[in-house]
C-alpha cells in the first residue's frame, strides 16, 4: 500500500546537511527526491531517504508523536520538530533540513548535548525534600491551583529548540539557557519542593543572561514559555536580594 501511494506521489527535493567531523571539512548539502503524501512530515522524508536512498544518513527520532523531543532539527532555517512539520507546508520545496544551531556536529544531523544536560542537571530538576521523609506509600497530595502554578513549566521536553534559537545561547555556550531554567522554575513553584536554587539561577550566564529576545516561547512546540519562567525568576531573584529570607 505504501509503495503504490508512493508512485503515484508528485516529489519534493530535500536538502540534508551531511557532516562528518574529522573526515569532512566542512558540512555539504545533499539533495534527495522524495514523494510528498499528504501526511508525510519532514521525518517521514528523512525515514525515506535512510531507508530507500541512502542508508548512511544519520539523524536522532524515537516517538514520532512530539512526546520524545529528540527530532529537533533546523527546517529552513527555524527549529522544528521534524514529526510534526509536514513537507505540504513548503509548496514545492526544497526543504533544506540541517542540525540544530549552536551545538557540535557529532554526524550529520545529530549535536553532541553533553553541554545541555550537564546544565539540566545543575539546576536539579526533581523534587527536593529536607527533614524526615514519609512512608513510601504516603503521598504529598496538591490543590488544583497548586498543581496549576507550575504545570505549564512540567510541559518541556528537552527538544533544544529553544537553545537553538536562543541568540544568546549561539553566542554564549554557557549560558544555562531557557529549557534548563524553565524546569527549574517547574520545581520551584512547585508545592512539595523544598529546595533552593538561587545560586545556580541568579548568575550572569543564567537568568540575568537573557535579554528577552523571547524566541524560545516562539518555536516552542509545547507553549512552555521558558521566556516567562527566566523572566519570574528575575523578579524573585531580585527580591531575594532585598529580602534574603524569601525564596519563592
Given at each position: 500500500?505504501?509503495?503504490?501511494?508512493?508512485?503515484?506521489?508528485?516529489?519534493?527535493?530535500?536538502?540534508?546537511?551531511?557532516?562528518?567531523?574529522?573526515?569532512?571539512?566542512?558540512?555539504?548539502?545533499?539533495?534527495?527526491?522524495?514523494?510528498?503524501?499528504?501526511?508525510?512530515?519532514?521525518?517521514?522524508?528523512?525515514?525515506?531517504?535512510?531507508?530507500?536512498?541512502?542508508?548512511?544518513?544519520?539523524?536522532?527520532?524515537?516517538?514520532?508523536?512530539?512526546?520524545?523531543?529528540?527530532?529537533?532539527?533546523?527546517?529552513?532555517?527555524?527549529?522544528?520538530?521534524?514529526?510534526?512539520?509536514?513537507?505540504?507546508?513548503?509548496?514545492?520545496?526544497?526543504?533544506?533540513?540541517?542540525?540544530?544551531?549552536?551545538?557540535?556536529?557529532?554526524?550529520?544531523?545529530?549535536?553532541?548535548?553533553?553541554?545541555?544536560?550537564?546544565?539540566?542537571?545543575?539546576?536539579?530538576?526533581?523534587?527536593?525534600?529536607?527533614?524526615?521523609?514519609?512512608?513510601?506509600?504516603?503521598?504529598?497530595?496538591?490543590?488544583?491551583?497548586?498543581?496549576?502554578?507550575?504545570?505549564?513549566?512540567?510541559?518541556?521536553?528537552?527538544?533544544?529548540?529553544?537553545?537553538?534559537?536562543?541568540?544568546?545561547?549561539?553566542?554564549?555556550?554557557?549560558?544555562?539557557?531557557p529549557a534548563a531554567i524553565a524546569?527549574?522554575?517547574?520545581?520551584?513553584?512547585?508545592?512539595?519542593?523544598?529546595?533552593?536554587?538561587?545560586?545556580?539561577?541568579?548568575?550572569?550566564?543564567?537568568?540575568?543572561?537573557?535579554?528577552?529576545?523571547?524566541?524560545?516561547?516562539?518555536?516552542?512546540?509545547?507553549?512552555?514559555?521558558?521566556?516567562?519562567?527566566?523572566?519570574?525568576?528575575?523578579?524573585?531573584?531580585?527580591?531575594?536580594?532585598?529580602?534574603?529570607?524569601?525564596?519563592?
Open positions: 500500500m505504501t509503495e503504490s501511494r508512493q508512485a503515484g506521489a508528485r516529489t519534493i527535493r530535500m536538502e540534508v546537511a551531511r557532516f562528518r567531523p574529522g573526515e569532512d571539512d566542512a558540512p555539504v548539502m545533499q539533495g534527495y527526491d522524495v514523494p510528498v503524501l499528504p501526511d508525510w512530515a519532514v521525518l517521514d522524508g528523512l525515514n525515506h531517504i535512510k531507508d530507500r536512498l541512502d542508508g548512511s544518513l544519520s539523524y536522532r527520532w524515537s516517538c514520532r508523536m512530539g512526546v520524545c523531543g529528540s527530532c529537533g532539527m533546523t527546517v529552513n532555517g527555524e527549529p522544528r520538530l521534524t514529526c510534526g512539520t509536514f513537507l505540504t507546508e513548503y509548496g514545492e520545496g526544497p526543504v533544506r533540513i540541517e542540525p540544530l544551531k549552536g551545538f557540535p556536529v557529532i554526524r550529520d544531523l545529530v549535536v553532541d548535548i553533553d553541554g545541555f544536560l550537564a546544565k539540566l542537571s545543575s539546576v536539579r530538576p526533581w523534587l527536593i525534600r529536607q527533614g524526615e521523609e514519609p512512608p513510601l506509600t504516603a503521598e504529598y497530595a496538591q490543590t488544583p491551583e497548586q498543581l496549576e502554578a507550575y504545570k505549564q513549566y512540567s510541559m518541556c521536553i528537552n527538544c533544544l529548540l529553544c537553545y537553538s534559537a536562543c541568540p544568546v545561547y549561539v553566542l554564549d555556550p554557557d549560558f544555562l539557557g524546569l527549574a522554575q517547574r520545581y520551584n513553584l512547585d508545592s512539595r519542593d523544598m529546595g533552593d536554587r538561587f545560586d545556580v539561577l541568579s548568575q550572569d550566564d543564567a537568568v540575568w543572561g537573557c535579554t528577552f529576545v523571547g524566541e524560545c516561547t516562539k518555536v516552542c512546540p509545547k507553549h512552555v514559555d521558558p521566556a516567562e519562567a527566566i523572566q519570574r525568576y528575575k523578579l524573585t531573584a531580585a527580591l531575594r536580594s532585598v529580602l534574603p529570607w524569601s525564596r519563592r
